[in-house]
């Protein structure tokens, strides 16, 4: 008995958890007199990919969903560039007295700045360079959201390696660059995944930088975008709805590959908004 | 420099673009706050003092967080506590109730919105169904719910962010203790009291830590739910200086705002780091 509450506590969990997004899924696929049914129909309706179709026919919509993709995947490659060699020299290197973990303290400082603090003087300093409404712009400050968080888990990763393959390549005259391409990084790569699947998250989901930076049409990404029908066509569910869904989509199948690192990545990942 | 410290070509190059990015612009921030229209002036703090609007939207910054932070620490702990002593199906279970804090912040509030919309919303649609009359209810565009409705949403997005953290807390308690307790015959709240909760406490200390800063913070889902409405039922902080800012141009004024904010903020995590520390 005490077993059967256990379980039924913890499907109402999940069901509180997941109803809601089923719900999302279910209204992008109903016809516009299914959505507005009373009393509303839960399980049973005609599907349809009508709304789909339709926001896939409009130029912005294509245009947001692809300046998505490039402000993520750039902004993360970046960040990962910067980010794991600095991570392999803080651990790898003799540093004077705590100077490492200061460094490190510092780096992870950034994370905890408030982005309406930075967004302010960012806008300003974008606007004299004339990269505001450029996904440069936008590119640029997510490196800055998410280049502490590379580091910072870079750190443990590369601090998990043996020593011994790395000094044994040294003495064989590899230079301390070759050391991390061909040693280091064959090594970390499940963690660097892991690691570039939170930035990708992280940027994709980005809202208020994208906002405030990024207001012309060719410019936007996904969430303002859809943000900007949330607010106009209060009554366009299906529009909303199914762009609401594509842009969940990547995440989840993202979330799936990095399952095994939640913890440590969410922790700090979720640092943001 | 490179001889006596051999790591820092390696470190350069992110310690250079985080500055550009994040310690620039602060002292940029800092010194937009100290400028007016005839040059350098501290006239933005003094206005702090005086703005009714400020008082109200800290007040309601902290209502926000408070409530919200309770609510998903309580949910968040006894979900840790339940799901872990399951026999069967825990990892199916974790994942699911992780989805929401994942989903972009932008979707969940279309999500809420399907669900909140008066006439039409999926919420007072079962209670209709249920036999309640919704004419009054009228969830985030009501003056006296709309705090609530989207702490409730705070509620469904990120409790799964403590009941992550907690699990973890709950995972690295070594087995001894508990052993310890079981062989002295001791009730499962007696276990809970002395032994689980004690052995968690660094785990739930930055829990709530992490939490928090994020809540005082929070922008994302009110502008996206209620833009601060109605009236100023949901003005937060953060809302409030992106409105000075990026509606009415005083981007002096904002800045100010945002320091003062970004101090205080500091402050209390300090604080907190330092209790996290002693305990």
């Known amino acids: 008995m005490k077993v059967f509450l256990k379980y039924a506590a913890a499907l109402l969990a999940m069901a509180l958890a997941l109803a809601p997004i089923y719900w999302l899924i279910t209204i992008s696929l109903k016809r516009e007199i299914d959505q507005f049914a009373s009393p509303p129909l839960w399980f049973s309706f005609t599907p349809t990919l009508r709304h789909y179709v339709a926001i896939f026919r409009q130029a912005a919509f294509g245009r947001y969903f692809l300046n998505s993709i490039i402000v993520s995947t750039g902004s993360t490659l970046i960040a990962l560039v910067l980010g794991l060699p600095a991570a392999y020299g803080l651990v790898r290197f003799p540093w004077p007295r705590d100077w490492a973990k200061g460094i490190s303290f510092w780096i992870l400082s950034n994370r905890m700045l408030p982005p309406i603090v930075t967004i302010i003087p960012m806008f300003l300093m974008l606007r004299e360079v004339h990269l505001l409404n450029s996904l440069a712009g936008l590119i640029l400050v997510d490196v800055g959201l998410n280049l502490p968080f590379v580091v910072w888990m870079m750190r443990g990763f590369v601090e998990e390696l043996p020593r011994e393959i790395e000094e044994a390549a040294l003495l064989d005259g590899e230079s301390r660059m070759g050391v991390l391409l061909r040693i280091v990084l064959p090594l970390v790569r499940p963690g660097l995944a892991a690691t570039a699947v939170f930035c990708l998250i992280v940027a994709w989901n980005e809202f208020l930088f994208a906002l405030i930076l990024s207001q012309t049409e060719s410019a936007m990404t996904l969430p303002v975008g859809i943000a900007a029908h949330v607010t106009q066509y209060e009554i366009q569910w299906g529009a909303m709805s199914a762009a609401g869904v594509i842009a969940m989509l990547p995440v989840l199948i993202f979330a799936a590959a990095a399952q095994r690192y939640f913890v440590r990545g969410l922790s700090l990942g979720a640092l943001k908004g | ?279």
């Open chain 2, 1 to 279: 420099m490179t001889r006596r410290i051999p790591g820092l070509p390696w470190v350069a190059p992110a310690l250079l673009v985080l500055a550009a990015l994040s310690l620039y612009p602060l002292l940029y921030l800092i010194k937009v706050s100290l400028t007016g229209a005839h040059g350098f002036t501290f006239d933005h703090y003094i206005r702090l003092f005086h703005d009714r609007l400020f008082v109200v939207a800290a007040a309601q910054t902290l209502l926000y967080a408070a409530v919200a932070l309770t609510l998903e620490f309580f949910l968040g702990l006894a979900l840790a506590l339940l799901v872990d002593s399951l026999a069967r199906g825990r990892a199916l279970i974790r994942v699911s109730l992780l989805a929401p804090m994942l989903l972009p912040p932008v979707v969940a509030a279309v999500i809420w919105r399907l669900i909140y919309n008066p006439e039409f919303g999926a919420l007072n649609g079962l209670l209709r169904q249920l036999g309640f009359h919704t004419a009054s209810l009228t969830w985030t565009s009501g003056r006296s719910t709309a705090l609530l409705s989207v702490i409730l949403v705070d509620v469904w997005e990120w409790t799964p962010f403590l009941f992550l953290l907690l699990t973890a807390g709950l995972q690295a308690i070594p087995a001894e203790p508990l052993e310890a307790a079981r062989v002295d015959g001791a009730s499962y709240w007696q276990t809970l009291r002395d032994v689980i909760l004690p052995e968690m406490k660094p785990a739930i200390m930055l829990a709530l830590l992490l939490r928090s800063m994020d809540l005082l913070r929070i922008f994302d889902q009110i502008f996206l739910l209620t833009q601060g409405g109605p009236g100023s039922a949901t003005e937060t902080v953060s809302l409030y200086i992106y409105r000075t800012a990026f509606r009415f141009s005083n981007f002096g004024y904002a800045a100010a705002m945002s320091f003062v904010g970004l101090v205080i903020t500091m402050l209390a995590a300090r604080g907190l780091m330092r209790l996290i520390r002693v305990s």
